[in-house]
């Protein structure tokens, strides 16, 4: 049995979930990239910026091949620029991990002649966009937390800030995986009322999501959502 919110967004369960099992070892690195601008002009300069990552362990090397001659030796690295004729060009990322097999990804890009006016780069939304989750018991006193979880694109970052004296950190950082993340040192703890707890979801060149929750006595905590920018620590517009 459970109380929510009528939005569905905040769950407080009258008892803990069960832990979900753990991620699979060995997973293949993300080997995603970004291209800006989207459509660019023939001639300009075009950035590519690399959003690989390894769930399981570190990156060894990034490698592209801008030509499409079938060999990653281009550029290195984490971002790259180029400049291309009009056409269509297929350009390819290769992720090396410490351990385990290369994962190559390939995006075609769509250069338009130079008499086009250049395209002005807005960010992307994180997709899918990121949800956060708090579940835990109502307290006299506050709330004791089950868990604090993420869902969010594989490598992205969170970062939850907790303010407040019953807090059991200041800041925590965590990465996440292919089945989403959770502040594990928040589960089982109990925060007093007033304690805020502020969850920054972002990747590299993303609009990702930031999260407010504040703890009361004998209610749910309220709950604040918005969209973050790459490096902003406070919500802003999501366009």
């Known amino acids: 049995?459970?109380?929510?919110?009528a939005t569905a967004i905040t769950c407080i369960s009258l008892g803990?979930?069960?832990g979900t099992s753990a991620a699979i070892a060995n997973q293949p690195p993300d080997a995603s990239f970004g291209v800006f601008p989207t459509t660019?002009?023939?001639?300009?300069?075009?950035?590519?910026?690399s959003y690989a990552c390894d769930?399981?362990?570190?990156v060894f090397d990034q490698q592209w091949d801008l030509d499409d001659d079938g060999r990653f030796d281009d550029a290195f690295g984490a971002n790259v620029v180029g400049t291309f004729q009009a056409g269509s060009h297929r350009v390819r990322l290769r992720v090396i991990p410490v351990d385990g097999a290369p994962v190559v990804r390939t995006r075609t890009i769509d250069v338009v002649p130079?008499?086009?006016?250049?395209?002005?780069?807005?960010p992307p939304l994180l997709n899918p966009?990121?949800?956060?989750r708090i579940t835990g018991q109502l307290t006299g006193a506050g709330a004791r937390i089950g868990f604090l979880s993420v869902r969010a694109p594989v490598c992205s970052t969170v970062t939850t800030l907790c303010r407040g004296r019953s807090c059991p950190f200041r800041r925590a950082r965590l990465l996440v995986g292919r089945h989403g993340s959770r502040v594990r040192s928040l589960a089982g703890k109990s925060?007093?009322?007033g304690v805020k707890l502020e969850v920054l979801v972002t990747k590299r060149d993303r609009i990702g999501k930031y999260t407010r929750f504040e703890i009361r006595r004998n209610k749910p905590p309220s709950r604040v959502?918005?969209?973050?920018?790459?490096?902003?620590?406070?919500?802003?517009?999501?366009?």
């Open 129 to 132: 966009f990121p949800v956060v």
């Open 225 to 239: 959502d918005g969209c973050l920018r790459f490096g902003a620590t406070a919500p802003g517009d999501c366009a």
């Open 55 to 58: 769930p399981d362990g570190a």
């Open 16 to 18: 803990l979930l069960a």
């Open 40 to 49: 660019p002009a023939e001639g300009q300069t075009v950035r590519f910026v």
């Open 1 to 5: 049995m459970q109380r929510c919110t």
């Open 114 to 122: 130079s008499l086009v006016a250049p395209e002005t780069f807005t």
């Open 191 to 193: 925060l007093r009322a």
